[in-house]
């Protein structure tokens, strides 16, 4: 390898790593290991295979495991991976007692590209990978024609899933990872009332074929029924664009056609209460107008905020003063999760919001009051990332 002050030169390795758990929230701690893995600086979590729940080998009386593999790519060098892997085991609480002792979260590196490393503190391929089902199991789910030591990783995985005792779990890591890429600088918030009988779905393709990074279903007159054959059709809609949909307000709604998360205000479901029963995995967002909101948002659970009304709108009635830029600032600086600004965006005020901090601007009017969604998405998208 071409090294230069410890970094590959030759651009990002291919790794995965194991991730375990059997102390506490397990599952949340996983999904915290791969947040902070993916914050890493020079690594990206690409894929992450699904959970899978484990009886412990070795030492027997302890709970049973929850497991998974990621597959990264990285400029890191194997050891700053393994330190870097090491700190985020202690920011999360391990206490290293016993060797196959009970952990909080365990991270190995299983393959550092096609490495072989034999060093006292970091052997690659991990010595033991391929006789622990833990392992193979998620990682031939990542990669099934990998060899290792002569073998493929699916023949290992079913041989071992046989012997020992692995049982797969519902929640599918795929929704972690796209929480962690999450992009929110161009979100589309909809409103069918704005778009005086056009078709949604219609509207909707156009700005995703513009640049919307995130779109969010706002129903506020609509039964059930047909918020959910909505949102069903939505969500078809944005998979196809690898974009994430969110719900707004309605917890039962997103749980039933497995959105990628939801939108609630002031007004709604507890924060609290909401996280709780999506999950971990799922992105929750939460509409602030100042900065107490906005911290007890941060401390409860938002993935994001929406802070607003930045300016007038006509599109939602609203008690509160525009927040202005240096409002909007004020609650950027308060924070450390996203916050999006909303309320009033258009292509001719997007740099003075961007100029705030913000991490994306969203909007109803500026892209589904225009009989050209497309362009209109396409000009606000282009707005936002114009250098000044
Ligand atoms: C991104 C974003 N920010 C704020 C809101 C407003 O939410 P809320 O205050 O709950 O009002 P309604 O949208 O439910 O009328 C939002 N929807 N999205
Ligand atoms: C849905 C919504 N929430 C707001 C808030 O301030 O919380 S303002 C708003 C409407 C935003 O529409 P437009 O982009 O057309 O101004
Ligand atoms: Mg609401």
């Known amino acids: 390898m071409n090294t230069l002050l410890g970094v590959d030169t030759m651009g990002p390795v291919r790794c995965y790593i194991g991730l375990g758990a059997n102390i506490g929230d397990s599952?949340?701690?996983?999904?915290?290991?791969?947040?902070?893995?993916?914050?890493?600086?020079?690594?990206t979590v690409d894929t992450v295979a699904p959970l899978y729940r484990s009886a412990p080998i070795g030492y027997t009386e302890q709970n049973y495991f929850i497991n998974t593999v990621a597959e990264?790519?990285?400029t890191l060098t194997p050891r700053q991976l393994l330190t870097a892997l090491q700190q985020i085991e202690n920011d999360l609480g391990r206490v290293r007692v016993m060797r196959w002792g009970p952990r909080t979260?365990?991270?190995?590196?299983?393959?550092?590209?096609?490495?072989?490393?034999?060093?006292?503190?970091?052997?690659?391929?991990?010595?033991?990978?391929?006789?622990?089902?833990?392992?193979?199991?998620?990682?031939?789910?990542?990669?099934?024609g990998l060899v290792i030591d002569g073998q493929k990783a699916q023949l290992l995985a079913r041989r071992l899933a046989e012997e020992q005792e692995i049982y797969a779990e519902q929640r599918r890591y795929k929704d972690v990872v796209k929480k962690m890429n999450c992009n929110y600088s161009l979100y589309l918030v909809t409103d069918r009332a704005i778009l005086e009988g056009r078709d949604l779905y219609h509207?909707?393709?156009?700005?995703?074929?513009?640049?919307?990074?995130?779109?969010?279903?706002?129903?506020?007159?609509?039964?059930?029924?047909?918020?959910?054959?909505?949102?069903?059709?939505?969500k078809d809609l944005t998979c196809k664009y690898q974009v994430p949909l969110l719900i707004n307000d309605r917890l039962d709604i997103a749980l039933a056609v497995d959105a990628d998360g939801i939108h609630i205000g002031q007004e709604d479901l507890p924060l609290q209460v909401v996280r709780e029963m999506l999950g971990p995995q799922k992105i929750v967002g939460y509409s602030v107008a100042n900065i107490e909101e906005a911290v007890y948002g941060e401390r409860n659970g938002a993935d994001y905020l929406g802070a607003g009304p930045v300016y007038a709108t006509q599109t939602k009635s609203t008690p509160i003063e525009p927040l202005g830029v240096e409002g909007l600032r004020s609650i950027k600086e308060a924070v450390s999760i996203p916050v999006v600004g909303i309320g009033g965006i258009n292509v001719r005020n997007v740099s003075q919001v961007?100029?705030?901090?913000?991490?994306?601007?969203?909007?109803?009017?500026?892209?589904?009051?225009?009989f050209n969604p497309a362009n209109a998405s396409r000009e606000l998208y282009t707005a936002w990332h114009k250098k000044d």
């Open 203 to 234: 509207a909707v393709e156009a700005a995703l074929q513009g640049g919307v990074t995130l779109v969010q279903l706002r129903e506020k007159h609509t039964s059930s029924r047909d918020f959910y054959q909505i949102a069903l059709g939505l």
């Open 354 to 370: 961007r100029r705030s901090g913000v991490d994306g601007i969203s909007v109803v009017s500026a892209i589904l009051g225009s």
């Open 105 to 144: 979260v365990d991270l190995d590196i299983l393959l550092y590209g096609e490495q072989t490393i034999l060093e006292p503190e970091l052997q690659v391929p991990h010595p033991r990978m391929t006789q622990r089902a833990f392992v193979m199991v998620p990682l031939a789910d990542l990669n099934p």
């Open 72 to 74: 990264v790519s990285t």
């Open 27 to 43: 599952r949340a701690t996983i999904a915290e290991a791969l947040k902070r893995l993916n914050e890493l600086p020079n690594l």
